[in-house]
């Protein structure tokens, strides 16, 4: 091989080598600009009407594709079978009112204003989520449930 050869043999090579930079360099630029422009915000879907400048919580908060809905309580006169079964629904509504559903949950947070209600709660709660619930916390509260509600209950679920 002569001189000639080789220079424009490594002229090549370096050439190559300086497309394949300029090409990862620049992949991992748009990559990043496009991860930056994809990032998830925090959307409130429905806040409490109030008579306050800054309301306390919002009703609804959708990141992503996750949806958090605030807890919903019973306040009216009735045993706990009643009280959960119109918790259930209002979430039920929440969920479907911004794009999700009950089987689409992945986490209940259960209050209940006295533990001995956790047998009916269970009763009117089994299978309102489908045929996979989501994990589930429930706790007696000390001082009961704001509302003089016999439970409450908040989520959060996914959205398609």
């Given at each position: 091989m002569n001189n000639l050869n080789i220079k424009t043999s490594r002229r090549s090579s370096i050439k190559k080598m300086g497309m394949v930079l300029i090409g990862a360099f620049g992949l991992g630029m748009t990559n990043k600009a496009i991860a930056k422009e994809s990032k998830p915000k925090?959307?409130?879907?429905?806040?409490?009407?109030?008579?306050?400048?800054?309301?306390?919580?919002?009703?609804?908060v959708r990141h992503g594709n996750t949806l958090y809905i605030a807890g919903k309580g019973?306040?009216?006169?009735?045993?706990?079978?009643?009280?959960?079964?119109?918790?259930?629904?209002?979430?039920?509504?929440?969920?479907?009112r911004n794009g999700s559903s009950m089987e689409q949950v992945l986490k209940v947070n259960v209050y209940l204003h006295d533990l001995e209600d956790y047998k009916g709660m269970n009763e009117v709660y089994r299978g309102r989520f489908g045929k996979n619930p989501p994990v589930r916390t429930t706790v007696a509260t000390y001082g009961g449930v704001p509302g003089k509600s016999l439970v409450e209950m908040d989520c959060i679920a996914a959205i398609d």
């Open positions: 925090k959307e409130v879907l429905d806040s409490p009407k109030n008579e306050q400048d800054i309301p306390l919580f919002s009703g609804a019973a306040h009216f006169e009735g045993d706990i079978k009643a009280h959960t079964d119109h918790v259930l629904k209002e979430l039920q509504k929440e969920l479907e």
